[in-house]
């Protein structure tokens, strides 16, 4: 079984920025796939960004240029670094991994994005 749990989320002014951080333990299997998910009020849960055990990205229209998805191996954590953040950004954001043994999701941190 794995676990993720999230921090870094807050209450930032609109063209500000966050970082989240994601940190996974228990049953990790190497090759995986971590990323990060948001869900606003009143909408479903959208893909923000993702990134494999071998590096390689991909990030939603909406975030792209402004967002940047990294992780390190070794603490089996995953990062989000957020500028010029929107209203529109505001949100829950979920961490999530997916492997060949199946898949996990943290319980969300809330990013609130002021204008």
């Known amino acids: 079984q794995v676990q993720l749990v999230e921090s870094g989320g807050g209450l930032v002014q609109a063209g500000g920025s966050l970082r989240l951080s994601c940190a996974a333990s228990?049953?990790?299997?190497?090759?995986?796939?971590m990323g990060w998910y948001r869900q606003a009020p009143g909408k479903q849960r959208e893909l923000v960004a993702v990134?494999?055990?071998?590096?390689?990205?991909n990030y939603a229209v909406a975030v792209k240029g402004r967002f940047t998805i990294s992780r390190d191996n070794t603490k089996n954590t995953v990062y989000l670094q957020m500028n010029s953040l929107k209203p529109a950004d505001t949100a829950v954001y979920y961490c999530n991994l997916q492997s060949s043994r199946g898949y996990a999701w943290g319980q969300g941190t809330q990013v609130t994005v002021s204008s």
């Open positions: 228990g049953n990790i299997f190497s090759f995986n796939t």
């Open positions: 990134i494999t055990s071998g590096g390689s990205t």
